[in-house]
T-cell receptor
Framework: GDSVTQMEGPVTLSEEAFLTINCTYT??????LFWYVQYPGEGLQLLLK?????DKGSNKGFEATYRKETTSFHLEKGSVQVSDSAVYFC???????????FGKGTLLTVNP | DVKVTQSSRYLVKRTGEKVFLECVQD?????MFWYRQDPGLGLRLIYF???????EKGDIPEGYSVSREKKERFSLILESASTNQTSMYLC?????????????FGAGSRLTVL
């Protein structure tokens, strides 16, 4: 079945540091890929998505490129802020019912 | 602002009690989902529904049931709560429109079973 593996946290960075959170997937066919973010005390919200190979999703300074050859969708940001502290989830949608399969989440803490 | 509303943010129940978690969406979405979120395990799908009165089991349906009598409302039911059902429960919805398989989540319901 479909699965998502993302780097385990927690990840602690200083403000303005470069961020990478690795995500790899296993799926049949051509899934859509997503990054969701969960701020403290809130539900998940979509950060960015990509629907086909070589697509780059971007939002709020975050980027991720759909790499079919390496089955990866790594999240990057060039300069993190304290307000980026949250849990980040990689996910894929490969089925006809649009249900998502999530990774286990990566807690990011950014210190001033 | 479109949204998914979970009626209870925090609940404390006793072992054996029947628990209802309610979720309402105002986006006219066809699909609705219940996930469970636990530290170190991420999100796991309990049940989903793609139409009124239709439901499908997710990855961890044991101990849960669901009800979808109206398009906008999707209820999760714990027939006899147990301590291992202490968790954060997240409801989500999405449209069937091709290319629009983005989930919109509620804020979550944190359930503690004593």
């Amino acid at each position: 079945g479909d699965s998502v593996t993302q780097m385990e946290g927690p990840v602690t960075l200083s403000e303005e540091a470069f961020l990478t959170i690795n995500c790899t997937y296993t799926a049949t066919g051509y899934p859509s890929l997503f990054w969701y973010v969960q701020y403290p005390g809130e539900g998940l919200q979509l950060l960015l998505k990509a629907t086909k190979a070589d697509d780059k999703g971007s939002n709020k300074g975050f980027e991720a490129t759909y790499r079919k050859e390496t089955t990866s969708f790594h999240l990057e940001k060039g300069s993190v802020q304290v307000s980026d502290s949250a849990v980040y989830f990689c996910a894929l949608s490969g089925g006809s019912n649009y249900k998502l399969t999530f990774g286990k989440g990566t807690l990011l803490t950014v210190n001033p | 602002d479109v949204k998914v509303t979970q009626s209870s943010r925090y609940l404390v129940k006793r072992t054996g009690e029947k628990v209802f978690l309610e979720c309402v969406q105002d986006m006219d979405h066809e699909n609705m989902f219940w996930y469970r979120q636990d530290p170190g395990l991420g999100l796991r799908l309990i049940y989903f529904s793609y139409d009124v009165k239709m439901k499908e089991k997710g990855d961890i349906p044991e101990g849960y049931s669901v009800s979808r009598e109206k398009k906008e409302r999707f209820s999760l039911i714990l027939e006899s709560a147990s301590t291992n059902q202490t968790s954060m429960y997240l409801c989500a919805s999405s449209s069937l429109t091709p290319g629009a398989n983005v989930l919109t989540f509620g804020a979550g319901s944190r359930l503690t079973v004593l």
